[in-house]
């Protein structure tokens, strides 16, 4: 249960926050305080549901994967780092913007993946328990 509403929480906000990440690259959106707050509180709910899934791959009764616990653990403080010091990094090195961005949004798209992966591994193990 908690399983399936972290991934489908983190699902819903990684959507949202893509798609206000990319309007904010074209431009169709100013990265104005408030809408970078939304972003922020967006990716930030992903990060908690993707250490939520952690959490319970990490500590499944029926066989657990501790490995990937901690892998998912440390994306999401990467993503989490990465994403509150990536200004400070644009004013750092402006030549390599581009590159700054794709790292964040790969980062991002990357905790989806390790929270998908998660999520089904959890519904394998719960289909072998019941068989
Ligand atoms: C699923 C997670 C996330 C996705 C898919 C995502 C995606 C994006 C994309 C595509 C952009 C526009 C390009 C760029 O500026 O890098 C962006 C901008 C931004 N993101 Fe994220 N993001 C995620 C999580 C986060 C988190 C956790 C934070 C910080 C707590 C964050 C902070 C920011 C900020 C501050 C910007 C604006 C940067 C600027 O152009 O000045 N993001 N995001």
């Not at 809408?35 to 709910?45: D, E």
């Amino acid at each position: 249960m908690l399983t399936r509403i972290s991934v489908m929480v983190l699902r819903v906000c990684a959507l949202l926050a893509l798609i206000l990440g990319i309007l904010f690259w074209i431009g169709v959106v100013p990265v104005t305080e408030a809408w970078q707050g939304i972003h922020m509180l967006l990716g930030i709910l992903v990060v908690i549901c993707l250490w939520v899934l952690a959490f319970t791959i990490g500590f499944a009764r029926n066989g657990g994967n501790l490995g990937l616990a901690i892998g998912a653990f440390l994306l999401g403080l990467i993503v989490l780092i990465y994403g509150v010091s990536q200004q400070n990094l644009f004013a750092m090195a402006p030549s390599l913007i581009w590159l700054l961005k794709t790292i964040h949004l790969l980062l991002g798209l990357g905790a989806v993946g390790m929270g998908e992966a998660i999520a089904g591994r959890q519904r394998r193990l719960a289909q072998t328990t019941s068989q």
